[in-house]
């Protein structure tokens, strides 16, 4: 199960508080994205990285950010914007910019706002 | 932009009967279709994938198949085991450049033994 990493696993945060959600992998893969699991909703873009120092938004960014600094990190932040932020958040990273390649996803982080 | 529904939400079988989970996709110029298997607890994991010049791809007991003119898109899984049992997503590659994936919203399956 190596490869790509979230840390933690569980996060509680009070309301109000932004939070960053850490997202590592040593695949040597150009891109790195980051979902949102809700149950019954499926798999959410929020954000996408086709390469390094390049990130753009997905179909739910409203109320994160997201920077690519390095190419092995994709590190998002959850705001005080974002209404409803307790979820499962997902990240994966793929060889390639393009989405007709594997995606190999993260453990996952549960993140709890009360 | 794309659209992929995914039907039945939930599915029970005995175990060695098939199952089958079915995708349509809104976005015509899609051409890359996965499937992604979810165990309790765990990562979803790349099964099967397809893409818009094959109508049908077998590994083992799985296949998928495409239909391009309706838009549609399966899995079929025989012979089935308790191991199976998961939450299965269908996704599509959309974009103009097949920038991102979008996800059908789940199948979970169970499988009696």
């Known amino acids: 199960d190596g490869g790509i990493t979230q840390s933690p696993k569980y996060l509680f945060r009070k309301e109000g508080q932004n939070v960053t959600l850490s997202c590592e992998q040593n695949l040597n893969h150009d891109a790195m994205y980051w979902y949102r699991q809700d149950p019954g909703q499926g798999l959410r873009l929020i954000y996408y990285s086709q390469i390094v120092n390049d990130f753009q938004k997905g179909d739910i960014a409203e109320g994160y950010s997201v920077s690519r600094e390095k190419k092995e990190s994709f590190p998002l932040t959850v705001t005080s914007a974002q209404k409803n932020p307790t979820a499962f958040y997902l990240c994966?990273?793929?060889?390639?910019?393009?989405?007709?390649?594997?995606?190999?996803f993260g453990p996952g982080t549960r993140l709890t706002v009360t | 932009g794309e659209n992929v529904e995914q039907h039945p939400s939930t599915l029970s079988v005995q175990e060695g009967d098939s199952a089958v989970i079915k995708c349509t996709y809104s976005d015509s110029a899609s051409n890359y279709f996965p499937w992604y298997k979810q165990e309790l607890g765990k990562r979803p994991q790349l099964i099967i994938d397809?893409?818009?010049?094959?109508g049908e791809k077998k590994d083992q007991r799985i296949a998928v198949t495409l239909n391009k003119t309706a838009k549609h898109f399966s899995l079929h899984i025989t012979e089935t085991q308790p191991e199976d049992s998961a939450v299965y997503f269908c996704?599509?590659?959309?974009?103009?450049?097949?920038?991102?994936?979008?996800f059908g919203k789940g199948t979970l399956l169970t499988v009696n033994p």
């Open positions: 397809i893409r818009s010049n094959v």
């Open positions: 996704a599509a590659a959309s974009g103009g450049s097949n920038y991102k994936l979008t």
């Open positions: 994966a990273s793929s060889i390639s910019g393009t989405a007709t390649y594997e995606q190999y």
